[in-house]
């Protein structure tokens, strides 16, 4: 079951979209939904990563830019 939703495209987009969605053979809700679930996908991922890192302990900026100062990498 699909639920329908208005989307305002550029106009360069929008034109990209149709002869895109026309080479693949494919309409432009998919191609839309397409990268939707991968933008979520990421999103999903990015959030593990750092689920997984929050134990991790933390620098300032300035801390690391004196660390790379001081071992010669600046």
């Given at each position: ?8 495209f ?5 034109t ?5 969605a ?26 593990s990563?750092?689920?997984?890192r ?10 690391l830019?004196?660390?790379?100062k ?5």
């Amino acid at each position: 079951m699909t639920k329908r939703s208005t989307i305002y495209f550029d106009p360069e987009i929008h034109t990209a979209l149709r002869v895109k969605a026309a080479h693949a053979g494919r309409s432009i809700s998919h191609l839309v939904n397409e990268v939707v679930r991968h933008a979520l996908s990421e999103d999903q991922e990015d959030l593990s990563a750092f689920e997984e890192r929050a134990s991790e302990p933390t620098i300032t900026y300035e801390a690391l830019l004196n660390d790379l100062k001081t071992h010669g990498k600046i």
